[in-house]
């Protein structure tokens, strides 16, 4: 059974960021994502707080488009992996996960606020679920096995949503839900929607890809503008991209 894991990184003070309207305080306590919370009183730490700019303008790696179908190419040969621990056998009709993995071992570190996304494992031409096998004739099922830890310099989280494979394709491929209830079954631990300052955690993303079987792959992460309240200061928009196939 593969399983992920979310921990302490460590506390990261008081710096606090206003994403989307959404305030999230950062205290020696984990916050929750999407609520808000109340620091300590102690004088601030050097770090300072910053918020997201909605005002931003979109590029095609920003924005989720429906993706059209192109033609199929040649496939990708997929590395095995050791496997470890017993696997439990799965139910009848349930999603077949997969038993081998390219193993990538490459990292996106973001000095700004000090974000390391590290990508382990990938794997290609999973089995879809059940009612939608038809799409398989245009789109393939990609997922990504990924550690996260999230900085401390600012309170920015990392986000599902800041992801993207780029194939080629007349759209960035956006992370889909599509396996999640398979995952979660299976016992594996699928990426949270976001990650707080300070915090660590291992787990999947599963993207649905255009076209199939793309003899070039990469993943992009696109770290948000960002404001930092207490000086003014605007951090610009990133997008840093780690080659994955081709």
């Known amino acids: 059974m593969i399983a992920g894991r979310t921990t302490a990184a460590q506390a990261c003070g008081l710096l606090v960021v206003v994403l989307f309207g959404g305030v999230v305080a950062c205290s020696n306590s984990s916050a929750t994502p999407g609520t808000a919370s109340v620091g300590s009183s102690a004088p601030a730490p050097s770090g300072t707080a910053a918020t997201s700019d909605p005002t931003s ?7 989720a488009s429906p993706t059209p179908p192109a033609a199929t190419t040649t496939s990708t040969a997929l590395a095995t992996s050791t496997a470890t621990g017993e696997e439990a056998a799965p139910p009848p009709g349930a999603v077949a996960l997969p038993t081998e993995f390219v193993t990538v071992a490459k990292t996106i ?11 382990t494992k990938l794997a290609r031409n999973v089995s879809w679920p059940e009612g939608q096998r038809a799409q398989s004739a245009a789109f393939e099922l990609v997922m990504i096995e990924m550690k996260w830890t999230a900085g401390t310099t600012y309170s920015a989280p990392i986000r599902t949503i800041d992801f993207a494979v780029i194939t080629g394709s007349a759209y960035p491929n956006r992370p889909d839900a ?24 291992t787990g999947w ?5 255009d076209p199939k079987n793309a003899p070039t792959m990469r993943l992009e992460y696109t770290r948000p503008t960002l404001k930092v309240l207490d000086t003014n200061k605007t951090l610009a928009k990133k997008v840093y991209p780690l080659p994955l196939v081709g």
């Not at 303008?57 to 924005?63: E, K, L, N, Q, V």
């Not at 016992?187 to 915090?199: H, I, N, R, S, V």
């Not at 993303?205 to 890809?209: A, D, G, N, R």
């Open 57 to 63: 303008s979109a590029t095609a790696s920003d924005a």
């Open 109 to 119: 570190k973001d000095p700004t606020v000090g974000h390391t996304i590290t990508v």
């Open 178 to 201: 599509i396996l999640d209830p398979a995952l979660v079954a299976a016992g594996w631990t699928k990426l949270p929607d976001q990650l707080t300052a300070g915090q660590e955690t």
């Open 205 to 209: 993303m599963v993207f649905k890809v």
